[in-house]
């Protein structure tokens, strides 16, 4: 991957705030790193060297000629444009054979179960009478969810009825690959965790600590780092099916590996991301190495840093929406000024409701402590 | 500063490794940065949007319209030039009345000493007979700078004979403007030390622990953050002295403040710099708000950090040459690989004897511990 000439040039397709958030330790590193941004004007614009559609060949290939390695803000570019790719002799990371589980939620079961992992109660429906018998099964209530391209409780739903999936089956149908939803027990947990892991083509992987995630009408509010210790065996669970989904499945790069844990003490898996994710972000500040250094070490095939927390706590609080006149730095006079030791990311958005505009991290010495002043912090934002 | 877009445009003229360290903490404040450097190619390119000569008027006034604030990488914007900034209405920090003293060191002692603080015994002198008189009267060796221009050990000479600066004298008098050199005793010192403070146009100031900070033919290698305490009245004052010149000289941004610690205890100021310092980038890493984040929340006029250290001791270790094969990453499958706990910094430049192509900077519990990693790490792009 190193050049002689000591340039190492890593390609990332999609401009929103993780490839923003790539760019930092880029630049330390003295990473040459290029942006495919889908528009101008967007969170990475900084870095963004090419603009234009993911969903486009031409557009791809012409941008990984100028990079030694390709890799993602998102999931979604399509996986027949990643094969030809690695046919040309491109390198990406994660691999579409590893990347496939990140963007079909059916796959993902099917490959988590041959694995061992622990899942919920799930099965691939095809129409209401499959998804209604399933309902009756699991005590008249049911999680369903679209296959592809759901993120931020977006392509999820409760359902207690089949009716209440029947836009979904009636897309589908139009849809000439056809597919199927992926339905799912409700699972009665007490709180979510989610373990972050990066590996290497060559296999080396380091994990964080296992952090709580807090989620809100779906999307992620606050993380706690570390995880706190309700119930030590399951923590050491959690990090342990964190590695076996990261050999598994061959992932290159940062993986999230979100979990449930349950009321009864068991540790079921809910999603992937293979990529940076919103529950890493407090290893900015929290972590020796943060999750946006160690994916790019990582897809570079460089060796990975330590990833041992640089302080007891750490909490990472989402700006959902922002202030109403605009940005984060709106409002930076008095949030500044009442909360100095806080670390403010503004990901140059403007406000929309439910819209991940920025987060706010401290670190410390006691997690209660630390986690009454992110919140505050973020307050100021809304 | 802050418009009602949330948009705050903060200008570098400069464009080398430290407009490339604005950068990181510009991104994840949010901030718009934009560097108008010297050349293609340089440190800071992620970040260049205009390449020109700082020394032409129109150059700067054209790229001063494109931001809100105009500041620096160096210190060698002609003072007429940014006078005639701030008659045009732009925001200039550091003040070009407060640069002055950065940007003339005859200006500086004889500031200095009008504020009462401790420097070496000093002279403005025209000629070889008041030089040959200073030695004579300091005990047979001086140190002769130049008072514009110099920067790491450039432009400073240890003379036992006034011949030894006669080239610089017949450079004074070829030279239309005229100008004197600056003679200082040779101070018989045990250490050398710096003062970080930070300070906006309101006048909020704070200040880094003071650091040691250790010198090879006059540049800097190695910074020891807190400093040893050998003697805690001489830390106490150099803490002083930092927070007097900032505020005597009305320095806005981060100011520099470099001293000798001398063998009968006392303080004595050698050097300033207006802007980011070398002596400052254990920052990045050893406390919660960086020297650069500082920087551009002080030009801003946005509220300042909380300087604290993020771990007891930090040591940062230059990569002076770097390898002969190119930029340090040609050595990170190595580096990364020992060192896992270390914080690589490239300034993506190729390598040349003795010139700063990066830094390494380990935090821990043992200031001793952490040195000898940082060297360790350093070491291996030798």
Redesign the interface.
Known sequence: M?E?????RIGVIGGGQLA??M???A?????Q?SVLAEAEGMSAA??VDAVGDYRDPETVYAFAETVDVITFDHEHVPSEILRELECRGVAVHPRPDALQFAQDKILMREKLEELGVPVPSWAAISDEAELQAFIEKHGGRAVVKTARGGYDGKGVRVVSDAAGARDWFAALAEDARGGRLLVEELVDFTRELSQLVARRPSGEARTWPVVETIQLDGVCAEVLAPAPVANPVTLDEAARIGRVVADGLGVTGVLAVEMFETRDGRVLVNELAMRPHNSGHFS?EGS??SQFEQHL?AVAD?????T?M??PAAVMVNVLGG?A??????R??EA??AH??A??????KQPRPGRKV?HVTV?GQDLAQVRQAAQAAARVFD
């Open positions: 190193v002689a000439s000591g340039r190492i923003r958030m760019v930092p330790p630049i330390h590193l003295g990473l790193l900084r870095a900015i020796v190495t070490r460089l060796p990975l840093g330590d041992a640089t302080a202030p006149e605009g940005p984060m730095p709106v930076y006079a500044l000024a100095p030791r670390k403010f990311h503004s990901y140059d920025g670190t």
